[in-house]
């Protein structure tokens, strides 16, 4: 069973922007407001994926993981950092 529609919003259009929509709607076998809602609902997840998935150039990622391969020059420091209680045992 869908879950319950508990949230309402109101959305203005032109008449040209209503009627294209109405369109893609029919086209795709939905209702109005269904596809409305998936077609925001999409473009946000889009957005905010977008804010979680970063994309480099090879070169750069490449360069990144170097760094992070590469051995460190401050053992003492690592072994204190290593043994000492995280914040979250304090």
Do not use: C
């Not at 998935?53 to 990622?61: C, E, G, H, R, T």
């Amino acid at each position: 069973m869908p879950a319950a529609k508990e949230s309402r919003f109101n959305v203005r259009t032109t008449k040209t922007q209503r009627a294209i929509i109405e369109k893609g709607a029919t086209v795709q076998g939905q209702t109005f407001t269904d596809f409305v809602v998936s077609s925001a609902y999409e473009k946000a997840e889009q957005v905010l994926a977008d804010q979680r998935l970063f994309v480099v150039p090879q070169a750069k990622w490449d360069a990144f993981v170097a760094a992070l391969d590469k051995p460190t020059t401050h053992k003492a420091r690592l072994a204190r950092l290593m043994s000492d209680p995280s914040i979250l045992e304090r």
